[in-house]
């Protein structure tokens, strides 16, 4: 059990509800509360169910689900509740359910939202492989990898939420077949591992869980949408999140240079790689194979329906100067709130209230003119650390942080939208990360409430005539570090899905020869 799992109170995915007789040390289920009443914060159990266990306890079990989705009732989930079934025994245990019917449709205009939060009480939402916060949620097909997720509830109390998988194509759009053609087991899985906060002023239940659960497996490579809902009712969608899943049928490499375009030479990267992908019928590699390229694992400026310039067998060869290039940036602004008793240098001040935090930092200044310098940052990403506790998903603080940004002569940039972005947003710019302009201070000003940690972030300008037109306000530096993912996927001529075969990694500084940091 990792250091962060042994924290938690895990219920079981049959959750007892009434008391338990067993061998199992002190028979506390499910709570917080030492009164050896698991379960006791709200009353559960709609239907009982008498089971045994290897344990030997005695339990009654709140309930079960199953669903199926029918070709007839399109984007809907049959969710079966009160179908009586006769007992049925299986590994020393004896269950009698009882179920019903009822139909919950999935809301069409969010199975095109691969990454969003729905609701405001949602915060810290980290889904990424299993204890390695910087990295994408890529699991390996057949393999024992877990992906890790977290995420904080500010309304402070126990709730049912449940978690399914949607298969997408390259570009993210739901594919219309039955999910039990690429899940093996369980299609809906509750998250059952939660935790008061403690320590923190701000009060909210953190919910963690490590998926795919040992009861279901993912049988197709390709993108997934990971939808978490309230009670096992999917009109009730709280947030979702990318998710790949690989299996690896293509070698990758590729290297990081300079653009032959005078004007990118200074400025630009280009990523040029190459695949073996031998195994595979490539009638056509132009129209089976798509690639898609990631900086910073940011989905909001990828690059896609990159076509190979070389086809040499089982070698595809990709450099060209259209589509492969990305502005090199440079390394992002950072702040440290991993303690809030002692400030870092980006703190101006702080605002201890009794209930709250209000943490204001020093104003940012437009960096497009300023030189490169280097220094280790975390691409754009941030982790949840504190100085001062044990467990920083559970303990950590939360407080509101005040973000100003000076443009030069203290006068708003015409014609502009300036918005705060990193994975601290999601990349999204909306009224919530929109700044604000302070004449008085002569600053764009915003807020966010965030949880104690390590903070990259930037600022992007948006054309209001033109939204498509934005760009980060720091100059853009062919040596700045970044790191680059290459994502490929095929789809034969009788595929009915984008297969992910293979994903490759490179730094544009670390994975240069004869250079190591």
């Known amino acids: 059990m990792s250091p962060e799992t042994e924290y938690f109170i895990a219920d079981d995915s049959l959750e007892p509800i009434y008391k338990t007789h067993g061998h199992d040390h002190d028979s506390h289920a ?28 005695y339990r009654y079990i709140q309930t079960a689900y199953i669903w199926y989705l029918t070709n007839v009732f399109k984007n809907a989930m049959i969710k079966v509740s009160m179908t009586k079934i006769k007992p049925y025994p299986a590994a020393g245990r004896s269950v009698q359910i009882l179920l019903f ?66 298969l997408c194509d390259y570009n993210w759009k739901p594919v219309d077949i039955s999910p039990f053609l690429y899940i093996k087991g369980f299609t809906q899985q509750r998250i059952t591992t939660y935790r008061y906060s403690s320590i923190a002023l701000t009060k909210y239940t953190h919910y963690q869980a490590l998926l795919p659960d040992r009861s279901t497996s993912l049988t197709l490579s390709g993108n ?34 300079q653009p032959f375009t005078p004007q990118l030479y200074r400025t630009h990267q280009k990523v040029q790689f190459s695949a073996n992908i031998k195994g595979l019928n490539t009638f056509s590699a132009a129209q089976q194979v798509k690639v898609v390229i ?44 991993r303690s809030f008793r002692l400030q870092s240098d980006r703190v101006e001040r702080a605002d201890y209230k009794k209930n709250a935090t209000d943490m204001f930092l020093f104003p940012d200044a437009d960096r497009s003119a300023q030189r490169y310098v280097y220094f280790r940052d975390l691409n754009g990403m941030y982790l949840v650390e504190t100085y001062e506790s044990i467990n920083p998903y559970w303990q950590g603080d939360f407080a509101t ?32 990360t929109k700044m604000v302009f302070n004449a008085a201070r002569g600053a764009y000003e915003c807020t966010a409430f965030l949880k104690q940690g390590y903070y990259n972030y930037t600022y992007i300008a948006v054309d209001k005539n033109d939204p498509a037109q934005k760009r980060d306000l720091e100059g853009d530096y062919w040596e700045t570090e970044n790191s680059y993912t290459i994502l490929m996927y095929y789809k034969s001529f009788t595929d009915r899905t984008d297969q992910l075969i293979g994903v490759g990694k490179i730094n544009s500084r670390t994975d240069k020869p004869g250079i190591s940091f």
């Open 30 to 57: 499910d709570g917080s509360g030492n009164d050896g009443q698991p379960d006791d914060e709200f009353g559960k159990g709609l239907l009982p169910v008498k089971g045994y266990s290897f344990s030997y306890e």
């Open 294 to 337: 990631l900086q910073n694992n940011r989905w909001d400026n990828s690059l896609k329906d990159i076509a190979p310039t070389f086809v040499r067998g089982n070698s595809l060869e990709y450099n060209t100067e259209n589509n492969c290039i990305f502005p090199g940036g440079k390394e992002w602004r950072w702040l440290d709130l």
């Open 101 to 166: 019917l009822s139909i919950a449709f999935i809301p069409a205009a969010f199975s095109q939202m691969p990454e969003a939060v729905f609701r405001d009480n949602i915060k810290a939402v980290r889904f990424h492989m299993y204890g390695d916060q910087q990295t994408l949620p890529v699991y390996n097909i057949n393999s024992g990898d877990q992906l890790e997720l977290n995420f904080d509830d500010l309304d402070a109390n126990v709730k049912s939420y449940y978690y399914s998988f949607q």
């Open 224 to 257: 997934y949408i990971l939808k978490v809902y309230l009670d096992g009712d999917t009109s009730k969608l709280v947030f979702t999140r990318r998710m790949l899943v690989l299996e690896q049928k293509a070698a990758i490499s590729a290297k990081i240079i």
């Open 401 to 432: 942080v005040h973000f100003s940004f000076a443009p030069p002569n203290a006068t708003p940039y015409a014609d502009k939208d300036i918005y705060l972005a990193g994975q601290l947003t999601s990349y999204e710019l909306n009224d919530r």
